[in-house]
C-alpha cells in the first residue's frame, strides 16, 4: 500500500510546517485539544500522521508509564523530529514509527485509540488509509479524525465511504468513530 504523490510532503514544505506549528503552539496549546479526545492511562495511542510531533509530550503524560504511543509518520523528517523530542523530553513511552506508505508496521489489533489530526486532507486513498486504521486498532478501539483543510461533509463522505467506520460523535474539531 504505497503513498500517492503529494500525500508526502517536500522536506522544504515539512520544514516551514514545522516552523508555523511552533508559533501556532504558543498562541493554541495542542493539549488543548488532546484534552477532549479521551486519552487514558495504560492506552495504547497512535499519533498517525505526527508530523514534527507537536501531540506526543501532552499523549505521552496522559497514557502515563504503563502506557505506550506510537508516533507514526510517512516523512523521514518527522521521525527524526520526534526521536530528538523523545530523547531531549525523555518520554520513554512513545515510540517512533516510519510508515511506507499506508502500510504502518504496526501489529494488527494494536491501538486502544488512533488519532489523525490535520492530515486526512493529503490522502489520496481514504479506503486505503482508513483500512489501515481500521487494522490497528482494536474492537471496541476509537478513532479520533480531524477535517484537516477540508470540509467536514467531504471527511464524512470519505469515511462513510470506506465501509470501515461508524461516526458516533461530531465536535467543530473532531469526528469520533468507532470500527463496524
Same mark, same amino acid.
Given at each position: 500500500?504505497? *503513498?500517492?504523490?503529494g500525500?508526502?510532503?517536500? @522536506?522544504t514544505?515539512?520544514r516551514?510546517?514545522?516552523a ?5 503552539d504558543?498562541?493554541?496549546?495542542? @493539549?488543548?485539544?488532546l484534552d477532549?479526545?479521551?486519552i487514558?492511562e495504560?492506552m495504547?495511542v497512535?499519533?498517525y ?7 506526543i *509530550? ?14 507514526v @509518520? ?8 520526534v ?6 523530553e525523555?518520554l ?10 499506508? @502500510?504502518s508496521?504496526?501489529?494488527?489489533g494494536?491501538a486502544?485509540?488512533?488519532y *489523525?489530526l490535520d492530515?486526512?486532507?493529503m ?10 486504521l ?10 479520533v479524525?480531524?477535517d484537516?483543510h477540508q ?5 464524512l463522505?470519505k469515511?462513510?465511504?470506506?465501509g470501515?467506520?461508524v461516526?458516533?460523535h ?11
Amino acid at each position: 500500500m504505497q *503513498a500517492r504523490a503529494g500525500e508526502r510532503m517536500s @522536506d522544504t514544505g515539512f520544514r516551514i510546517m514545522s516552523a508555523f506549528f511552533r508559533i501556532q503552539d504558543l498562541i493554541w496549546p495542542p @493539549d488543548r485539544l488532546l484534552d477532549q479526545i479521551g486519552i487514558r492511562e495504560r492506552m495504547t495511542v497512535v499519533d498517525y500522521g505526527c508530523g514534527p510531533g507537536r501531540y506526543i *509530550a501532552g499523549a505521552s503524560r496522559r497514557v502515563g508509564r504503563t502506557g505506550r504511543l506510537y508516533a507514526v @509518520d510517512i516523512h523521514e523528517l518527522a521521525i527524526e523530529a520526534v526521536v530528538r523530542r523523545v530523547r531531549e523530553e525523555r518520554l520513554i513511552n512513545v515510540v517512533p514509527v516510519l510508515a511506507r506508505g499506508y @502500510d504502518s508496521g504496526l501489529p494488527a489489533g494494536t491501538a486502544d485509540l488512533v488519532y *489523525a489530526l490535520d492530515m486526512f486532507h493529503m490522502i489520496r486513498d481514504p479506503s486505503a488509509f482508513l483500512g489501515e486504521l481500521h487494522r490497528i486498532i482494536k474492537p471496541g478501539g476509537v478513532l479520533v479524525i480531524d477535517d484537516g483543510h477540508q470540509p467536514r461533509e467531504v471527511t464524512l463522505k470519505k469515511i462513510r465511504a470506506s465501509g470501515l467506520w461508524v461516526v458516533e460523535h461530531e465536535t467543530a474539531a473532531f469526528l469520533r468513530c468507532r470500527p463496524k
